[in-house]
């Protein structure tokens, strides 16, 4: 099943439950963090 997405969550829908890969999950943080960091903290 290819990944997809739920909300900006990454996971799988096999029949009606979503499968989350724990490795995914932690990427998905990873990456989010590391956009965030790189946006100008202008207030």
Do not use: H, M, S, Y
């Not at 990944?3 to 724990?22: S, T, Y």
Request: without cysteine.
């Amino acid at each position: 099943n290819a990944p997809v997405q739920k909300g900006e969550l990454p996971g799988a829908k096999i029949g009606k439950q979503w499968r989350f890969d724990a490795t995914e999950i932690q990427r998905w943080f990873t990456t989010r963090a590391q956009q965030q960091q790189e946006l100008p903290d202008d207030i």
